[in-house]
């Protein structure tokens, strides 16, 4: 597939060196991606500038605007198999993941904003000056560039770019350079879809791609999915360039309650679920497990056969419930941390190393005997190793479940309501799931608290994150 960067509505060669992208379940090269320069960022960013005041996108009519995203998602369902696969190859998640979760759920969201196109608002206000009307209009904010992590890339893509279009901004995609082949394939498929030259732009290449953006003073606003420590060199770069606007969805470090009233069996299906999709690698990821002593055994017998059980392999065959880390880097980082619970006294109960053959594979991993200070306990490993930790007191859960950097999402089981709603309203997370594992929907707001990030997306609340809001003053009693 053609991997240049796409500017101004063109395919151009990239300015710097390739970097390759592998395929995670053999280790071997799918394809080498072009690194854009300083000169292809400003030329991409100089053509979302441009387009974001032309006659074809900013004169287009909101309902036109919509078709363009209906037509999208339609496109996106025409290339359903394809995508699924590429994603699987270049991510290497199970291929079902790819498809209910990534190419479906990317479709799904394109329609939802393809429908509140036509329903953004303004409000009229009641100030206090006579002969006065005063109302607001939902402005684009601007060029906006959207810089996305290797999890989940073309769904987390779409959950930046469907909102942003909807509202009449115009963007610059910097993927991952790790996993950046659907985000060019959608771009392909933008440009089919009859976007306008220079409303999406792409430029690939790694991290100082991404910071030439960040630092860059004509962009709006970067929203942002990542690391948290990328984070804050992001908004380092903000505000020393021109304090743009950001969106940061950034780490997390998920609490899992299992209360002593807890339906032991559908606590292990959902956290298996919720701990061990996309091998771990999800911001939202269940791995600190705060389990009542009267069920800890019982649970860390039945969590230990169920990780256990689990079909590892390459994502692209039917069966394989666990696919590869990402690359070879990042299994190295997840090693290392399991290595750190083990010397600091953690109990392995199952898994604990790499599985011998090509590829990235971990095997799923359960440490019991954790305590609240163990660093398994409190840095974000990004893949299937849980830890498991007793308690005697509930009373102290919420400070035990709160005490952490990250505030992304968390979750009990319990089947007593009183028990479900103190958690809830204890817990300093976006998201507080009760009794099911961490999936966002697009009807939903998704964001963290902490240093879990800045802003929502999703839902309404996408929508504020793109647009600016006038006031309009307007005096009629002269
Ligand atoms: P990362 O921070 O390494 O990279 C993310 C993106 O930032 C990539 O495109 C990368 O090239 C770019 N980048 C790197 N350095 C940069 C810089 N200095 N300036 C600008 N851009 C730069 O993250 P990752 O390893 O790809 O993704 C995993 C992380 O993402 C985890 O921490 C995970 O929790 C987080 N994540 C969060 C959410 C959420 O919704 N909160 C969702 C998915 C992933």
Redesign the pocket.
């Known amino acids: 597939m053609p991997t240049r960067l796409f500017i101004d509505g063109q395919w151009t060669e990239a300015g710097g060196e390739p970097i390759p992208t592998r395929d995670p379940a053999t280790g071997t090269v799918l394809e080498d991606v072009g690194t854009a320069t300083q000169a292809d960022v400003d030329a991409a960013v100089a053509a979302a500038r441009r387009a974001l005041s032309s006659p074809e996108w900013a004169g287009l009519a909101p309902v036109r605007r919509a078709k363009l995203l209906f037509r999208l998602a339609d496109l996106v369902d025409e290339h359903h198999e394809e995508l699924a696969a590429l994603e699987t190859r270049d991510q290497g998640q199970p291929i079902g993941i790819s498809r209910q979760v990534s190419v479906t759920g990317a479709a799904e969201h394109l329609r939802y904003f393809a429908g509140w196109v036509t329903k953004i608002q303004g409000t009229t206000n009641p100030v206090s000056f006579p002969d006065t009307l005063h109302y607001t209009r939902r402005e684009p904010v601007g060029v906006n560039a959207l810089?996305?992590?290797?999890?989940?890339p073309l769904m987390?893509l779409v959950?930046k770019l469907a909102p942003a279009l909807a509202t009449g901004n115009t963007v610059v995609i910097?993927?991952?350079?790790?996993?950046p082949l659907t985000s060019i394939r959608l771009v392909q498929l933008a440009e089919q879809a009859g976007i306008p030259a220079g409303v999406v732009n792409l430029v690939t290449?790694?991290?100082?791609?991404?910071?030439?953006?960040?630092?860059h003073h004509d962009v709006d606003h970067?929203s942002?999915?990542?690391?948290?420590?990328?984070?804050k060199?992001?908004t380092a770069?903000s505000a020393e360039s021109n304090l743009k606007r950001l969106t940061?969805?950034?780490?997390?470090k998920a609490p899992s309650i299992i209360a002593a009233d807890a339906d032991l069996d559908a606590a292990v299906a959902g956290n298996l679920a919720g701990a061990t999709l996309n091998t771990g690698?999800?911001?939202?990821a269940y791995t600190r497990f705060y389990v009542d002593r009267k069920r800890e055994q019982e649970f860390v017998e039945k969590m230990a056969a169920g990780l256990a059980g689990l079909q590892v392999g390459p994502g692209l065959e039917e069966t394989t419930q666990v696919g590869p880390l990402?690359s070879d880097k990042?299994r190295r980082h997840v090693a290392n941390l399991v290595a750190t619970g083990r010397s600091e006294g953690a109990d392995l109960i199952t898994g604990g190393s790499e599985v011998d053959r090509d590829g990235y594979f971990y095997q799923p991993t359960l440490f019991a005997g954790v305590t609240d200070s163990m660093t398994i306990m409190r840095e974000?490993i990004?893949g299937p190793v849980l830890a498991v930790t007793p308690y005697d007191d509930p009373d102290e859960l919420v400070a035990r479940a709160n005490d952490t950097q990250y505030g992304?999402a968390a979750t009990v089981w319990t089947r007593d309501i009183r028990t479900a709603q103190r958690y809830a309203d204890g817990i300093r997370a976006g998201a507080v799931f009760v009794n099911m594992p961490p999936i966002?929907d697009m009807a939903a707001p998704?964001?963290?608290y902490k240093a879990?990030?800045w802003g929502r997306?999703m839902g309404p609340w996408a929508l504020d994150a793109y647009t600016e809001t006038k006031a309009v003053w307007l005096h009629y009693g002269y």
Not at 174 to 179: A, G, L, N, R
Not at 248 to 252: A, C, D, S, T, V
Request: with cysteine; glycine share 18%.
């Open positions: 810089i996305t992590p290797w999890n989940f987390i959950w910097k993927p991952s350079e790790v996993t290449g790694d991290g100082p791609v991404g910071a030439m953006l960040s630092s970067v942002y999915t990542g690391s948290t420590a990328v984070g060199l992001i770069a940061l969805e950034l780490g997390g690698q999800v911001c939202a990402v990042h974000e990004f992304l966002p998704w964001g963290g879990s990030g997306e």
